[in-house]
C-alpha cells in the first residue's frame, strides 16, 4: 500500500503504523545516499517554505539537524531558543500555535510536557515535530533504528538491550521503536524503576509485538541482559531540565549499570553500542569534570567523569553513536519532506 504522510504530525510514534515507522526509516537512507552523491543541490522541493523550530530545553544534533535539512531541502528556517520567546509564558501555547500556523509551513517544538506537543498539532494546522518530551524522543528514534539497520540489516528477532535511567524518554521511545521492528527489548534498570515504565506504552507495544514479533523483557543484572545482545543503548542518568541535584541520588541507583566492557565482552561478538548523546564518558566537560570533584570519592566508578559509559567502550570499535548522530540529519530530512510534502 502507498505511503503517504502528507499534513501528518510526528507528536508520538504510537500514533503511526509499522508501514509508516519503515517508510520514514528506508526514506532516510534514501536521502542519505543522495546527500552523499550531492544530489540534494539539484532539487530544492521546499523553496518558498518556512520552518520553525523552537526548543524550551538546548539542543546541539536536533537543532542543527533541522537547520541544516531545511536549508538541503531549500526551506527557511527560524530557531527559538528557551529564552527568546513569550510561548508559554506570556503567550498560551494555543495562541503561539495559532500565530505560527499562520507562517510557516511547519513546527518543531522541544520541550518539557507532550500535551504542549497535542496544543501544538490542534492549533497550528501544520504538520508538528516532536523534537523530544519527557515522555517521547520519537525524531531520534527513526535515526537510532535506522543506525541500527545500516548495521544490521534486517531487525526482526534482534536483540536491543537499554540500561540506565529506564524510565525516561528513551527509555519509552527504545522500546516503541523495538516493537515496530519486531525485537527483542530488554530494559535494564534498577527493579524500583520497573514499575514507572509506562502502563500505556507497554500495552500499545505488546499490541505491536503480537503483530510484528519480538518482545519486551525487563532485567536488573546487566551482564544477563547483555546476553545475545546485537545492541546495547544507554542515555544519561539525568535528563535535560531534571536539577543538578539528582545525580548523587540517580548515581548512586545506577552505578552498578554503567556500560563497561565486561558488559560488552558478554554480548554478541560484534555488538553495536549506541547512546543518543550528548554522552559523559569522561572528564573533558565542565558537567562531568564537577561530578568526578563532588561524587568522585563516594562513588569510585564516576571518578573519571564517566557515568553511563566508560571511555574505554565510548572509544571503541563498538561505538556507532556519531554514525546515529549523523542519521538524525537524514532522518529529520526524511521526516520534513514527507509530512509536508512537495
Ligand atoms: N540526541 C539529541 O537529541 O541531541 P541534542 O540534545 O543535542 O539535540
Ligand atoms: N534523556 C535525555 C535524552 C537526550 C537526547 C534527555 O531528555 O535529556
Known amino acids: 500500500m502507498a505511503i503517504n504522510l502528507k499534513g501528518r504530525s510526528l507528536d508520538s510514534l504510537l500514533n503511526f503504523s509499522t508501514d509508516e515507522v519503515k517508510y520514514l526509516i528506508d526514506l532516510s537512507i ?3 545516499k543522495s546527500k552523499y552523491q550531492g544530489l540534494q543541490t539539484l532539487n530544492r522541493p521546499f523553496i518558498g517554505k518556512n520552518i520553525a523550530i523552537m526548543f524550551q530545553k538546548d539542543s546541539t544534533r536536533t537543532r542543527c ?3 541544516v535539512a531545511g536549508a538541503d531541502l531549500g526551506a527557511g528556517v527560524t530557531y527559538i531558543g528557551p529564552q527568546g520567546s513569550n510561548f508559554g509564558k506570556k503567550e498560551s501555547i494555543e495562541d503561539t500555535a495559532k500565530v505560527l500556523g499562520r507562517f510557516y509551513d511547519g513546527i518543531e517544538f522541544r ?3 507532550q500535551k504542549d506537543i497535542d496544543a501544538l498539532v490542534k492549533y497550528s494546522g501544520v504538520p508538528v515535530w516532536n523534537g523530544l518530551t519527557d515522555e517521547e524522543h520519537p525524531t531520534q528514534i527513526i535515526a537510532d533504528f535506522m543506525t541500527m539497520k545500516e548495521q544490521l540489516g534486517e531487525l526482526k528477532n534482534k536483540k536491543v538491550v537499554f540500561i540506565g535511567d529506564i524510565k525516561n524518554n528513551m527509555g519509552h521511545s527504545i522500546l516503541i521503536g523495538a516493537a515496530f521492528m519486531g525485537m527483542h527489548v530488554t530494559l535494564c534498570g534498577p527493579k524500583t524503576y520497573h514499575k514507572d515504565i509506562r502502563k500505556d506504552v507497554i500495552k500499545s507495544c505488546e499490541v505491536l509485538f503480537a ?4 518482545s519486551l ?8 541482559a547483555a546476553k545475545d545482545a546485537d545492541v546495547i543503548y544507554t542515555d544519561v542518568w539525568v535528563s535535560l531540565g531534571e536539577p543538578f541535584d539528582l545525580f548523587d541520588t540517580r548515581i548512586g541507583e545506577l552505578e552498578q549499570f554503567q556500560v563497561d566492557m565486561k558488559m560488552i565482552n558478554s554480548a554478541k561478538e560484534n555488538i553495536v553500542f549506541l547512546h543518543c548523546l550528548p554522552a559523559f564518558h569522561d572528564d573533558h566537560t565542565e558537567f ?3 561530578i568526578a570533584s563532588k561524587f568522585g570519592s563516594k562513588y569510585p566508578i564516576v571518578k ?3 557515568m553511563e559509559v566508560t571511555d574505554e567502550v565510548f572509544q571503541s570499535k563498538y561505538n556507532k553513536a556519531f554514525d546515529q548522530a549523523e542519521n538524525r540529519l537524514h532522518s529529520i530530512k526524511a521526516i520534513m519532506l514527507s509530512t509536508i510534502g512537495y
Not at 211 to 214: L, P, S
Not at 217 to 224: Q, W
Open 65 to 67: 539537524a533541522f537547520e
Open 30 to 32: 534514501d536521502l542519505k
Open 211 to 214: 503483530r510484528n514479533g519480538g
Open 288 to 290: 562531568s569534570r564537577d
Open 111 to 113: 520541550g518539557f510536557a
Open 217 to 224: 523483557t525487563l532485567s536488573d543484572d546487566k551482564i544477563k
Open 304 to 306: 573519571n567523569g564517566a
